[in-house]
């Protein structure tokens, strides 16, 4: 108790929140269990729901195509070992499936981890992204971290904090949760609900399938001057139904029935239940969860090309690119100061493709501007100055 007391009036020494070591005072140095299942999420929302899939591969393959770009001050650094530690990450994976990884696994749990592994010389020379299901924060004073519990087949190993400043090897990124101080939240979980209605849809129309085509119903027996049947011959009939008519193998055989019976369909038509508009508002609700415009996820519309051009516009604009600001702004505090001060990450907006509108766009109202000089204007879209561009046309 005294260490920690110790370790607390050093943290007072400079201003700090007067509420921060109360909030994990009950579970002080004890790991905290994430509060939901990754595994239950990962299966039913990413696995078995095609949306979710599209929206996390779309949104992750994006992230791990931008360029990186590195400035010392103001100036560009076009060769680093910041670059090349991003461009490779381990000898196993590189750097695209690295972010791949990365952001996939915030998206689907509402929490990332990175780890940098150090050499002989304290120099960061690998990066790996840790599955989130096997992290446990430890929670310490001041509101920060005092470590991480990494557990695969019963191993544990904990990854240490620094006591005062909260700052370790592992990166841990994660989305706003209103109700939880150690870890994010997900997108699955706004769009649980949908997640659900959309796998329940697609399991209905999979068993009708199955069934021929077929819903349920109820064979009708009139007994008229015949005895009521048994109990065990209600039992045989039943089961003689299931093995001839029911299956996909058995679609469009002719039912055969002896005496006064009669067949009477008891299931809803999918027309009824109205299953295809429900998928469909699911799957929107699902993609904008995920800030997906739904045109992108397979969303029937008007799918012209220059709507098409449009959504994957607002896709960049929307989602992927305040997501690649708020990961660069992360490595900024967490991985460059490993290689000295001053470094600053940054990304090639000019190399995206989708952006070409933006950047048409800024271009034109940059050459429009008749009170900027060449040089002006070679500076706004990122060219260096040349001689004689200080005046104005």
Same mark, same amino acid.
Request: net charge negative; charged share 25%; proline share 6%.
């Given at each position: ?219 009708? *027996?009139?007994?008229?001057? &015949?005895?009521?049947?048994? +109990?065990?011959? /209600?039992? !045989?009939?039943?089961? =003689? ?89 992360? *490595?900024?505090?967490?991985? &460059?100061?490993?290689?000295? +001060?001053?470094? /600053?990450? !940054?990304?090639?907006? =000019? ?43």
């Amino acid at each position: 108790m005294k260490i920690l007391e110790n370790l607390w009036s050093l943290r007072t020494r400079k201003k700090s929140s007067s509420v921060a070591p109360y909030i994990a005072y009950n579970a002080l140095g004890k790991p905290v269990w994430t509060p939901r299942n990754y595994a239950l999420l990962a299966d039913e929302g990413y696995q078995k729901n095609v949306i979710v899939y599209r929206c996390v591969t779309l949104i992750a393959k994006g992230v791990g195509s931008i360029p990186w770009l590195l400035y010392h001050r103001d100036d560009e650094v076009e060769h680093h070992p910041i670059l090349n530690l991003l461009n490779c990450p381990s000898p196993r994976q590189a750097g695209s499936a690295f972010m791949e990884a990365m952001v996939g696994h915030l998206l689907l749990s509402g929490n990332a981890y990175i780890e940098a592994v150090f050499d002989q010389a304290n120099k960061v020379r690998e990066l790996y992204a840790l599955r989130p299901d096997r992290m446990k924060v430890i929670p310490g004073i001041a509101g920060i971290p005092s470590g991480f519990e990494y557990e695969v087949d019963g191993y544990k190993r904990r990854l240490e904090c620094d006591p005062i400043t909260g700052h370790s090897a592992v990166l841990h990124l994660k989305n706003f949760h209103p109700l939880n101080d150690w870890y994010g939240m997900s997108p699955i979980e706004a769009a649980a609900r949908s997640i659900d209605q959309h796998n329940i849809v697609a399991e209905h129309n999979l068993a009708l399938m199955q069934n021929g085509g077929r819903p349920s119903g109820a064979l009708m *027996f009139k007994p008229g001057n &015949c005895l009521p049947m048994t +109990e065990k011959q /209600r039992d !045989s009939l039943r089961e =003689d139904i299931r093995r001839i008519y029911e299956g996909s193998n058995n679609a469009g055989r002719i039912m055969v029935l002896e005496g006064d019976f009669d067949w009477k369909e008891m299931g809803l038509s999918p027309k009824d239940l109205d299953f295809i508009e429900g998928k469909k508002m699911s799957a929107r609700e699902i993609s904008q969860a995920f800030g997906v415009p739904p045109m992108l996820v397979g969303i029937a519309g008007d799918a012209t090309f220059a709507n098409y051009k449009e959504a994957r516009y607002h896709l960049w604009e929307d989602t992927i690119l305040p997501l690649m600001e708020f990961l660069i702004a992360e *490595f900024n505090l967490w991985l &460059c100061p490993y290689f000295g +001060e001053g470094y /600053r990450l !940054s990304y090639d907006a =000019d190399a995206i493709p989708a952006l070409a509108q933006r950047r048409e766009s800024l271009w034109a109202k940059i050459q429009a501007a008749d009170f900027l000089t060449i040089n002006e204007k070679r500076q706004a879209v990122g060219y260096g100055p040349i001689a004689e561009g200080d005046k104005l046309l």
